[in-house]
């Protein structure tokens, strides 16, 4: 499979993110919000942005492995933020960077949400991958 990473002229150079990825494969996987829950359910890092965002990732790459893919084949994601405020993007930095440290960065949309599913969750990623 080939990725291509764009950031066209005439558009902001991205930190953090690509613009846009083309994928030329042959499976799509889509994976529904990851939170930062563990295999019990149980909340890790309650009222941590860090520690949700790093237990959110780590329940993406574990999604991605049970599909045939890792996080080479994401071509986008979406991360919403419970009360977003420009601070925590650093967060979000930082977190990402331990996940996709040597790798082509996704496209990427940040959203910030007055809410999500259940009161203790702060953090959500969900993804799209390209497989082979």
């Avoid at 066209?8 to 846009?20: D, E, F, M, N, R």
């Avoid at 529904?32 to 909340?43: F, L, N, P």
Wanted: net charge neutral; aromatic share 6%.
């Amino acid at each position: 499979m080939a990725l291509q990473y764009i950031n066209p002229a005439g558009l902001p150079k991205p930190s953090g993110y690509t613009q846009v990825v083309i994928a030329d494969g042959k499976r799509i996987v889509a994976v529904a919000g990851q939170v930062g829950v563990d295999a019990q359910g149980v909340i890790v890092g309650a009222g941590d942005l860090e520690a949700q965002a790093t237990q959110a990732l780590q329940n993406l790459k574990i999604a991605l492995t049970a599909a045939g893919a890792g996080l080479s084949d994401i071509i986008a994601v979406t991360v919403y933020i419970v009360n977003f405020k420009p601070a925590d993007r650093q967060i979000l930095n930082k977190v990402r960077a331990k996940f996709f440290k040597d790798l082509p960065p996704p496209a990427s949309t940040l959203i910030g949400v007055q809410a999500l599913a259940s009161e203790e969750y702060l953090f959500e990623i969900e993804a799209t991958a390209v497989v082979g």
